[in-house]
Nanobody, 115 residues
């Protein structure tokens, strides 16, 4: 059973940066496309970035040009570098496989961007 642990969130002013990390406990992670999702209060969870096992990335329009996803398969870790943060980026951020989110969701990490 793969377990996902997200970290790196916090409170930041608009225009600031944060780097999120997601560590997977099991090696099966390395064969999946992984993604970062987020869920804002009162909204559905949405996928904002994904990365294949070969490092091909894709972003939602809302974060394109500001966020960068990367992964280190040797460390079973996926990262999300978030720059030029906006108040609308405020949400709980989660990682999971794409598509289908086949692993149990972790606790997520809260990102709060103040204006």
């Amino acid at each position: 059973q793969v377990q996902l642990v997200e970290s790196g969130g916090g409170l930041v002013q608009a225009g600031g940066s944060l780097r999120l990390s997601c560590v997977a406990s099991g090696s099966i992670y390395s064969i999946n496309t992984m993604g970062w999702y987020r869920q804002a209060p009162g909204k559905q969870r949405e996928l904002v970035a994904r990365i294949t096992t070969r490092g091909i990335t894709n972003y939602s329009e809302s974060v394109k040009g500001r966020f960068t996803i990367s992964r280190d398969n040797n460390k079973s870790t996926v990262y999300l570098q978030m720059n030029s943060l906006k108040p609308e980026d405020t949400a709980v951020y989660y990682c999971n496989s794409v598509p289908g989110a086949v692993y149990a969701w972790g606790q997520g990490t809260q990102v709060t961007v103040s204006s």
